[in-house]
Protein backbone atom coordinates (compact mmCIF):
# COMPACT_ATOMS: atom_id res chain seq x y z
CA UNK A 1 0.00 0.00 0.00
CA UNK A 2 0.75 3.49 -0.14
CA UNK A 3 1.31 5.96 2.97
CA UNK A 4 0.76 9.87 3.17
CA UNK A 5 2.70 11.83 6.13
CA UNK A 6 1.93 15.32 6.80
CA UNK A 7 3.69 17.74 8.03
CA UNK A 8 4.38 21.69 8.83
CA UNK A 9 1.33 22.68 10.49
CA UNK A 10 0.72 25.06 13.63
CA UNK A 11 -0.29 27.72 15.44
CA UNK A 12 0.08 31.03 13.30
CA UNK A 13 -1.32 34.58 13.58
CA UNK A 14 -3.40 36.07 11.18
CA UNK A 15 -1.22 37.12 7.71
CA UNK A 16 1.16 34.71 8.86
CA UNK A 17 2.39 31.67 6.25
CA UNK A 18 2.95 28.23 6.84
CA UNK A 19 3.93 25.61 4.48
CA UNK A 20 2.72 21.89 4.55
CA UNK A 21 4.34 19.01 2.53
CA UNK A 22 2.93 15.66 2.07
CA UNK A 23 5.06 12.78 1.67
CA UNK A 24 4.21 9.58 -0.36
CA UNK A 25 6.13 6.07 0.81
CA UNK A 26 5.77 2.58 -0.87
CA UNK A 27 6.31 0.82 -4.20
CA UNK A 28 4.84 3.36 -6.05
CA UNK A 29 4.67 3.40 -9.47
CA UNK A 30 2.93 6.17 -10.83
CA UNK A 31 0.96 9.41 -9.01
CA UNK A 32 -1.81 11.59 -11.00
CA UNK A 33 -3.61 13.96 -8.80
CA UNK A 34 -2.56 15.47 -5.47
CA UNK A 35 -4.39 17.29 -3.35
CA UNK A 36 -5.07 19.14 -0.38
CA UNK A 37 -8.56 19.27 1.40
CA UNK A 38 -9.43 20.59 4.83
CA UNK A 39 -11.57 20.15 7.54
CA UNK A 40 -13.20 22.64 10.20
CA UNK A 41 -15.14 21.76 13.25
CA UNK A 42 -18.68 20.82 12.45
CA UNK A 43 -18.01 21.18 8.45
CA UNK A 44 -17.65 18.76 5.46
CA UNK A 45 -14.40 18.36 4.05
CA UNK A 46 -13.91 20.21 1.13
CA UNK A 47 -11.01 20.49 -1.53
CA UNK A 48 -8.45 23.21 -1.39
CA UNK A 49 -6.40 22.65 -3.91
CA UNK A 50 -5.28 19.97 -6.32
CA UNK A 51 -2.42 19.61 -8.80
CA UNK A 52 -2.28 17.17 -11.72
CA UNK A 53 0.45 14.85 -12.83
CA UNK A 54 1.04 18.06 -15.29
CA UNK A 55 1.20 20.62 -13.29
CA UNK A 56 -2.18 22.02 -13.91
CA UNK A 57 -3.69 23.42 -10.54
CA UNK A 58 -6.94 24.07 -9.20
CA UNK A 59 -8.14 26.34 -6.51
CA UNK A 60 -11.34 26.94 -3.70
CA UNK A 61 -12.05 30.32 -4.39
CA UNK A 62 -11.76 31.00 -0.95
CA UNK A 63 -7.93 30.58 -1.29
CA UNK A 64 -7.27 32.11 -4.72
CA UNK A 65 -4.13 34.31 -4.75
CA UNK A 66 -2.90 33.25 -1.31
CA UNK A 67 -2.43 29.49 -0.93
CA UNK A 68 0.05 27.92 -4.05
CA UNK A 69 -0.01 24.12 -4.21
CA UNK A 70 2.86 22.49 -5.98
CA UNK A 71 4.77 18.86 -6.02
CA UNK A 72 8.14 17.26 -6.50
CA UNK A 73 7.24 13.87 -8.84
CA UNK A 74 11.38 12.70 -7.75
CA UNK A 75 10.61 12.80 -3.70
CA UNK A 76 6.69 11.96 -4.09
CA UNK A 77 5.85 15.16 -2.37
CA UNK A 78 2.94 17.78 -2.16
CA UNK A 79 3.26 21.18 -0.78
CA UNK A 80 0.87 23.85 -0.15
CA UNK A 81 2.40 26.90 0.27
CA UNK A 82 -0.34 29.45 2.47
CA UNK A 83 0.28 32.82 2.79
CA UNK A 84 -1.95 35.63 4.65
CA UNK A 85 -3.74 33.37 6.34
CA UNK A 86 -6.70 34.27 8.03
CA UNK A 87 -8.61 32.76 11.20
CA UNK A 88 -11.26 31.23 8.86
CA UNK A 89 -8.31 29.05 6.96
CA UNK A 90 -8.27 26.99 10.57
CA UNK A 91 -8.89 23.46 9.96
CA UNK A 92 -6.90 20.31 9.64
CA UNK A 93 -5.54 19.33 6.38
CA UNK A 94 -5.54 16.13 4.59
CA UNK A 95 -3.70 15.30 1.43
CA UNK A 96 -4.98 12.43 -0.60
CA UNK A 97 -2.86 10.88 -4.05
CA UNK A 98 -4.03 8.71 -6.33
CA UNK A 99 -2.07 6.43 -8.66
CA UNK A 100 -0.39 3.22 -9.48
CA UNK A 101 1.98 0.87 -7.12
CA UNK A 102 3.31 -2.50 -7.24
CA UNK A 103 1.89 -4.92 -4.67
CA UNK A 104 4.40 -7.82 -5.40
CA UNK A 105 2.07 -9.85 -8.32
CA UNK A 106 1.13 -6.30 -10.26
CA UNK A 107 0.04 -2.98 -10.72
CA UNK A 108 -2.88 -1.90 -8.79
CA UNK A 109 -4.88 0.89 -8.12
CA UNK A 110 -4.97 3.45 -4.89
CA UNK A 111 -5.57 6.28 -3.35
CA UNK A 112 -4.71 7.43 0.24
CA UNK A 113 -5.05 10.08 2.66
CA UNK A 114 -2.62 11.50 5.38
CA UNK A 115 -4.01 11.74 9.09
CA UNK A 116 -4.01 15.30 8.58
CA UNK A 117 -2.14 17.96 10.22
CA UNK A 118 -3.63 21.19 12.21
CA UNK A 119 -3.33 24.26 10.97
CA UNK A 120 -4.55 27.36 13.45
CA UNK A 121 -5.10 30.77 12.79
CA UNK A 122 -5.11 33.03 15.89
CA UNK A 123 -3.89 36.17 17.73
Known amino acids: QVQLVESGGGLVQPGGSLRLSCAAS????????MDWYRQAPGRQRELVAA???????TYADSVKGRFTISRDNAKNTVYLQMNSLKPEDTARYYC?????????????????WGQGTQVTVSS
Open 96 to 112: NMNGRYWNGLGLRDFDS
Open 26 to 33: GSIFSINA
Open 51 to 57: ITSTGTT
